[in-house]
């Protein structure tokens, strides 16, 4: 069993919180809060991995799911952890989305370009 604490923490979404794994830095482990509906969620995002790695689709540019762990707080699943070049752990799309226009730069355009495009190619529903 692998035992989560605060020190871990990274961010919560609506069904899950979300820990850096205590024994890989580029992992992360997704816990879901036992309601059935985070139980019916976290399931279907777990066979569409598996149906895209089946199909053969490209994870260069989302997480990749590995597997199901005991935790202290309930079944987690195991998630390739986003890190920047620097290393801090990636911020989600949606931080750079709230942006104002002044405060992108051509950079970060051109690469929400390429997530766009990829999601696309792919086939992959975000």
Known sequence: MITLDETMFIGKGRVR???????????????????????????????????LKKRGKSFDLISKYFYPVQTNEGVGEVYELVRDYNGDISK??????????????????????ELRKYLIDEYIVF
């Open 17 to 51: 919180r979300c820990y850096v794994h205590p024994e890989d830095k580029n992992l992360c482990i997704k816990v879901g809060n036992n309601q059935e509906r985070a139980k019916r969620s976290i399931k279907r995002e777990i066979n569409y991995f598996k149906r």
């Open 92 to 113: 989600d799309l949606r931080y750079y989305l709230n942006f104002k226009e002044k405060e992108l730069t051509s950079n970060m355009l051109e690469l929400i370009e």
